[in-house]
């Protein structure tokens, strides 16, 4: 707020005077545009936070492939391309549709803010469930990291190489490296994967408020900020895809 | 609003002063309307009790390796028990006292007061703060009774993340809990001082405290993610047994120190910050002078917080980092002294030809700047990549490291809760007794830590229980200032204490302070200020005791006449506040 905004819109109030306030208002704030600016400020600090959360990944990322770049192109074969990239189109377009009902918050459309939240949510387990049968099928292949991973080399035209099929000491890539490879990759999307339950929470909650008129609902703010939410775990999902998926083989 | 107009002495002998009717502490007095509360001013004094008793088990560790250290040969203890003992002290004194004293507890108090504001933005999330603080405290207490830790407070890998028998994941998750209480007080300082600012209060008229604070948050808010999801990545390692930090399976243990100094490293700056902040309003208010450099400070301060991000590596020349890398970091780490001494000088120009009253706070404040400057200065000894290599892990890393956190951040700690005891309590503490406590503690600093630069010069590694006889003169010695350091810790617990049952009613205004916080009632209302301030002078607003010099130095009449009583323009006009 500018130092103008401040001297026209404020003068000395007493606390007491709780006549004309906006119902939405908080004790601390005085007026709601001064509300609405922390909520953003604040939202948008958060995310900077979780930037900073995610980046640690990413430069570990960096640092292994850097290091190990054979293994992980190896190890990127398992896998699907086409899992992941379904996956990606199914968040764009959920955050599409985030935009949409964040958009009819601030026109208080009630109707259109159910319709744009019940498909983002339903986006959201649709990643969720691609999400699944991936893991499902990562567990039967032994690559989740720990006792009982089990790194079978995969040509590059899929499937194992015939030698590494009879003796996966054989692989050509070393069992820790490949296993760094997919601790990296279930901590990261994993992590990513909790932020989508948490924003399926977040958006349900709004959903349901919205549903039965609740009042905090008619102020825009709270989807508002669970827009802002959802675009950025949209946005680590644009790097976590290509990073993982897309490894550029000899 | 009622403004004290004392004349003389900061503590009128004679005069006594009613209490306010209407305080935060008094506005409830349930259990619940504490543990439930959303008033910033009642979630400080939570964090002022749990920060304390942090801080004395923390000290009780430090006292435990100094009786330790008296013989050579290592009497008292096993290794393991010593190796868990600094292990203690360090993830105590670092996580649950240094970071969040000044931010959770006087940042908490002070940063609505300062700037005119109700609340902080965010009352509930700074309740979660504490919330999470304390459910760090009891995970980190419950490692410790289970037998604590042995890998120091630094978790350095592959030591933490594939041999130590220790109960390193408990403790980590304790820490990555305490990291997300900091980051909920950082982001609410950060939006509250952009958004809540009193009409008037423009960026150039906020105290410097207030600049200290937030340059403190954008490093927490920035930091502390970084180090929550490496230590995390230690223990998947240690519970799933993958080596990304361990290099027998393919992993890099220096990224870990890479990640954790890129934290670790500014989290140094979070502590010292805030103490900078502190010294800014105590050493312009008992100078009676307007602060000198006010934007120097203000710039260095934010300076300090973007190169503190950028100097990482120093931590690391004896690693295999690159070294071109070293170079680098040892010249932006040489840099960092640049924006200090611009504060150590101001300070300095501030005192020079002020009236300056020796005052409990102040000497806490003094005593902050001298062992500020012996701590900077030594570490220009360890950015310099040649020395380092000598003096990397011997007690000269330590004695540095010590004079920055405790004589830095400690004694900046102490002064403010001294400089601001009467407002937060109401009370006034005994000033005699207040100034013996401040004398003790720089006399038993010194002696404890100056001796181990000397013998870390010598060669004295840190860690270690047992040591060559020739060193053990200034061990002794270190141990024995220790004990004066304990003494002039525990006199203040005592006197403070004391003052809530027996001590005075405090003025509203007891140092003739010009903040916006000694506006308001000691202590203040729920709500801060009977009406919104509107702030027409810049911070420091401070005009000589000398009534005399006053006639010449005046900048703001209304101010100076509310203060002193003094008309110095000599037209009877009352001042624009009332």
């Given amino acids: 707020m500018s130092v103008d905004a401040i001297s026209t819109t404020h003068g000395l109030v007493g606390h007491d005077d709780h006549a004309h306030h906006d119902p939405n208002q908080a004790h601390q704030f005085e007026d709601m545009a001064q509300q609405n600016e922390s909520y953003i400020v604040g939202m948008w600090s958060f995310l900077v936070t979780e930037i900073m959360f995610f980046g640690v990944l990413f430069i570990a990322y960096s640092l292994n492939r850097l290091l190990h770049p054979g293994s992980f192109i190896d190890a990127h074969r398992h896998l699907n391309v086409w899992f992941g990239g379904i996956n990606t189109v199914i968040l764009l377009t959920s955050s599409l549709t985030m935009a949409l009902a964040v958009r009819a918050a601030q026109l208080q459309s009630k109707v259109a803010q159910l319709v744009f939240l019940t498909i983002t949510i339903l986006c959201a387990f649709g990643f969720l469930g691609i999400k699944t049968v991936e893991y499902t099928h990562k567990y039967h292949e032994h690559l989740i990291p720990g006792a009982n991973f089990h790194y079978v080399s995969v040509g590059a035209e899929g499937g194992p190489s015939a030698e590494a099929a009879v003796n996966p000491e054989k692989s050509n890539i070393p069992q820790g490296q490949a296993q760094i490879f997919f601790l990296l990759y279930f901590f990261m999307t994993g992590l990513h994967g909790i932020h989508v339950v948490i924003g399926i929470i977040a958006m349900t909650t709004l959903f349901i408020m919205i549903k039965f008129d609740h009042p905090f609902t008619r102020y825009y703010m709270w989807v508002e900020m669970a827009g802002l939410y959802w675009h950025f775990v949209d946005i680590v999902w644009i790097f976590l895809f290509p990073l993982f998926y897309l490894i550029p083989g000899k | ?578």
């Fill in chain 2, 1 to 578: 609003m009622s403004y004290q107009t004392t004349k003389d002495t900061p503590f009128p002998a004679k005069q006594t002063f009613p209490a306010p009717k209407n305080t935060y502490l008094n506005a409830a007095s349930t259990v619940k309307s504490w543990l439930l509360t959303g008033d910033h001013k009642r979630i400080a004094i939570l964090y002022l009790i749990s920060v304390s008793f942090f801080f004395a088990l923390g000290g009780l560790a430090a006292s435990i390796i100094r009786l330790e250290l008296t013989s050579p040969k290592g009497h008292f203890l096993e290794h393991e028990t010593y190796n868990k003992m600094f292990s203690a002290h360090g993830i105590f004194m670092v996580f649950l006292f240094l970071i969040p004293s000044i931010p959770a507890v006087l940042g908490n108090f002070l940063v609505p007061l300062m700037i005119g504001a109700k609340d902080l933005a965010f009352p509930r999330l700074n309740l979660i703060s504490w919330y999470l603080y304390t459910t760090a405290g009891g995970l980190i207490l419950l490692g410790m009774m289970r037998g604590g830790v042995d890998t120091g407070w630094t978790f350095y890998t592959p030591y933490s993340s594939m041999y130590s028998n220790t109960n390193v994941s408990l403790m980590i998750v304790g820490i990555f809990i305490a990291g997300f209480s900091s980051i909920a007080t950082g982001i609410n300082f950060i939006v509250t001082i952009h958004t809540m600012r009193a009409p008037g209060m423009t960026w150039f008229r906020l105290p410097l405290f207030i600049w200290a604070q937030y340059a403190t948050s954008v490093i927490i808010v920035l930091g502390t993610p970084v180090v929550a999801i490496t230590l995390m990545l230690v223990v998947v390692e240690r519970a799933l047994g993958i080596g990304i930090f361990s290099p027998e399976l393919g992993g890099d243990p220096v990224l870990f120190q890479h990640l954790f100094w890129f934290y670790s490293h500014p989290a140094v700056y979070i502590m010292i910050l805030p103490s900078m902040g502190v010294t800014s309003e105590i050493i312009s208010c008992f100078s009676r002078k307007r602060i000198f450099g006010y934007s120097f400070i203000a710039f260095s301060t934010l300076a300090i917080a973007v190169l503190g991000f950028l100097v990482w590596g120093h931590h690391m020349f004896v690693t295999s980092q690159s070294m071109y890398s070293s170079m680098v970091f040892s010249i932006i780490s040489f840099l960092v002294a640049v924006p200090s001494a611009i504060k150590v000088f101001n300070w300095t120009a501030t005192i020079y030809k002020g009236s300056v009253e020796l005052s409990a706070p102040m000497m806490y404040a003094l005593g902050f700047i001298g062992l500020f400057t012996i701590g900077g200065l030594t570490g220009l000894y360890l950015a310099s990549i040649a020395t380092d290599v000598h003096l990397t892990d011997t007690y000269f890393v330590v004695a540095h490291f010590h004079y920055v956190m405790v004589g830095g951040a400690l004694s900046g700690f102490l002064g403010g809760i001294h400089f601001w005891w009467p407002k937060i309590t109401g009370k006034l503490y005994d000033e005699g007794w207040a100034k013996l406590a401040a004398g003790l503690t720089f006399i038993g600093f010194n002696l404890t830590f100056f001796p181990q630069f000397m013998v870390g010069f010598l060669g004295m590694p840190r860690r270690y229980h047992f040591y060559p006889e020739e060193f053990q003169a200034y061990h002794v010695l270190s141990s024995a200032g220790a004990s004066v350091l304990a003494l002039g810790l525990i006199i203040p617990g005592i006197y403070l204490t004391a003052s809530l049952i027996a001590g005075k009613q405090a003025p509203d205004n007891p140092w003739m302070a010009v903040g916006l916080e000694w506006m308001t009632t000691s202590p203040p209302p729920t709500l801060n200020f009977d009406a919104t301030p509107i702030v027409t002078w810049e911070a420091y607003d401070y005009t000589p005791n000398d009534p005399e010099e006053a006639r010449h130095a005046v900048i703001n009449p209304a101010l100076l006449e509310i203060h002193t009583g003094v008309d110095p323009l000599g037209d009877g006009m009352a001042g624009g506040l009332e």
